[in-house]
């Protein structure tokens, strides 16, 4: 797909995020606007999905490890076709299948319920592993934070995916630097996360700006390293595409009002 | 009587398992000698994933295994129940993926490893989940049949063994969610799961040699449990007794309390680890010093009712 409709498409989710969010009075928007170019270019370019077929044996596997970015995956499914826009009314909302956190039982084109930080990758790595065993040739992509490579488990399935070389996987992380209580270097410095990554046997992308969508296509249709999982490190900005919102801390959880949707919406509407 | 440990028949029943089922994988992470997988991984090593010392990536990678099709059985210490709940909450019960938890050296009669390595609590933290099955075989052969079972239950599945041997009984009728009367009586029944069993058979012989007519009933499924055989002896024999190698707190204690309330039993106590840690020590002085022989059940059964 051509790059100009591929961040249409991203701007759409964008505007998906504001509303849904908005609407609800709650969720994450500043996490779920950084890695919006990430999921819309797995959705519409990378991945052999069909949403017509979501539970094809054989589809690729996508695991939000950093669930609290429902937002974002959520507007690239419904942008995809998996399910209406109806559905932004009852997020987070009684019956609704857009829970606050990726819910597999709920909601069509999830395939793993995320949310408790480091099992997504976790289950990612599973599901790797398991499709070499089944002889599966799909692929299996997951999106972490970097908040969330704080958590102890998201090394332990590092050291698996290598372990058990898993070239079929791809770990990709959102690197927009803030966590709810701050920057990642206030709350708890990840050093040099490439090096870390590097040293538990990922083959590793790093992208200079993981909100330009030829750069993360790029990443992403980089063949496989045979033998290796895949690590792509991409760097973010954490609100991207709303200027009040862009670099700020404050917006990690917290859902726009009526009058800050507003302008949110005509930010990205550009 | 010949005696085998239960978590030895665990291992036997996976390999059994294997080779009629080839979507059985096994994950451990780095006891397959003490889970007594190590049978699986020499039978079918392509079928077998050592997770090293990680236990809570184990369980979340049979959590992604399961979504491919296969059957993961996560085999660990009982104690672990603790350390990856999170991972069998989040990662298998609440998406109700199809991963089996083989979790052995449950209780006291771990021994010598002391308190720290000794579950008291897994049957309370497993029951509590929504989706899951508790098993906690008494011996051998429930364990081939609990492990039989597991693999045709979709969804999660716990099971609870022990690292001590055993007497392996006869084999029994087995249903999932039925309990077991393994003898009737009407003056008081013993109601117990896992290894107490051979303990409480020798406290009913006790009780009966005094006269005292003793019904016991052994339950291999904590959950689904079965409230109607459990309060129909509640029923019955008025005097409850519930023996367990398990804190008496949320474990088979709590489980028959809620089922037999208000049907009117006269006497009801829970005979199990009272709210304290266990201690380094052989299975044998262990389960004296916690009250757990069968002359002590006895006694504490006679003192009671």
């Not at chain 1, 289950?123 to 499709?131: E, H, S, T």
């Not at chain 2, 190590?38 to 295994?65: H, L, Q, S, W």
């Not at chain 2, 491919?68 to 019960?93: E, H």
Request: proline share 4%.
């Amino acid at each position: 797909m051509d790059i100009q409709k591929l961040e249409s498409y991203a701007r759409e989710v964008r505007k998906d995020i504001i509303i849904m969010t908005s609407k609800a009075g709650a969720g994450h928007p500043g996490g779920s606007l950084s890695c919006t170019d990430a999921l819309v270019a797995l959705y519409f370019d990378v991945m052999n999905v069909d949403p017509k077929d979501d539970k094809n044996p054989e589809r690729d596997r996508f695991v939000l490890s950093k669930g609290h970015a429902a937002p974002a995956l959520y507007g690239t499914l419904c942008e995809r076709g998996y399910f209406g826009k109806e559905e932004f009314d009852k997020f987070r909302q009684l019956h609704g299948i857009l829970q606050g956190h990726p819910d597999t039982k709920k909601c069509p084109g999830v395939d793993a319920s995320t949310g408790s930080l480091g099992q997504g990758i976790s289950i990612a790595v599973g599901m790797a592993l398991g499709a070499k065993h089944t002889g599966n040739k799909c692929r299996v992509y997951t999106v972490i934070g970097d908040g969330e490579s704080q958590e102890g488990l998201v090394w332990e399935a590092s050291m698996a995916a290598a372990h058990y070389k898993l070239d079929n996987l791809t770990v990709i992380l959102d690197h927009n630097g803030l966590q709810i209580d701050g920057s990642n270097d206030e709350v708890m410095s990840l050093g040099d996360i490439k090096a870390k990554a590097v040293a538990f046997g990922y083959d590793v992308i790093e992208v200079q700006d993981g909100n330009d969508m030829k750069q993360v296509l790029d990443a992403l249709h980089t063949p496989p390293c045979p033998g290796k999982p895949r690590y792509i490190l991409l760097n973010t900005l954490k609100g991207k595409g709303v200027s009040f919102m862009e670099g700020q801390v404050g917006w990690h959880g917290k859902a726009p009002n009526a009058e800050q949707a507003e302008q949110a919406l005509k930010d990205l509407e550009g | 009587m010949e005696k085998k440990a239960v978590r030895v028949a665990y291992g036997e029943a996976l390999v059994k398992l294997g080779q009629t089922n080839n979507k059985v994988v096994v994950l451990d992470a780095d006891l397959a000698s003490a889970t007594m997988t190590n049978a699986f991984k020499k039978e079918f090593p392509g079928r077998f994933y050592d997770c090293g010392i990680a236990e809570a990536n184990m369980v979340d990678m049979a959590a992604g295994m399961s979504t491919m099709g296969l059957i993961p059985f996560c085999s660990t210490f009982a104690v672990f129940a603790g350390r990856n709940y999170d991972q069998i909450r989040n990662g298998v019960c609440y998406p109700k993926f199809n991963v089996k938890f083989g979790f052995s050296h449950a209780g006291i009669t771990l021994g010598e490893d002391g308190g720290s390595h000794q579950a008291i609590e897994d049957i309370a933290l497993m029951r509590v989940l929504p989706g899951m099955t508790v098993f906690v075989p008494s011996d051998a052969n429930e364990c081939y049949q609990c492990v039989e079972a597991a693999a045709k239950i979709e969804g999660p599945v716990f099971i609870r063994t022990a690292r001590l041997a055993t007497p392996v009984y006869d084999p029994r009728p087995f249903t999932v969610g039925k309990g077991t009367v393994i003898r009737d009586g009407s003056d008081c029944v013993i109601f117990t799961c896992g290894i107490m069993l051979e303990h409480t058979m020798e406290a009913a012989e006790i009780l009966e040699s005094k006269g005292i007519k003793t019904a016991l009933v052994s339950f291999h499924t904590i959950k689904p449990f079965d409230e109607e055989l459990a309060c129909t002896y509640a029923a019955k024999c008025k005097k409850v007794f519930t023996v367990e190698e398990h804190s008496v707190i949320g474990g088979l204690g709590d489980t028959v309390a809620s089922a037999i309330i208000g049907k009117g039993v006269e006497k009801f106590k829970k005979i199990g680890i009272n709210d304290e840690f266990g201690q380094s020590g052989k299975p044998a002085d262990l389960l004296k010093e916690y009250g757990l022989t069968g002359p002590q059940i006895a006694e504490n059964i006679l003192s009671n009712l």
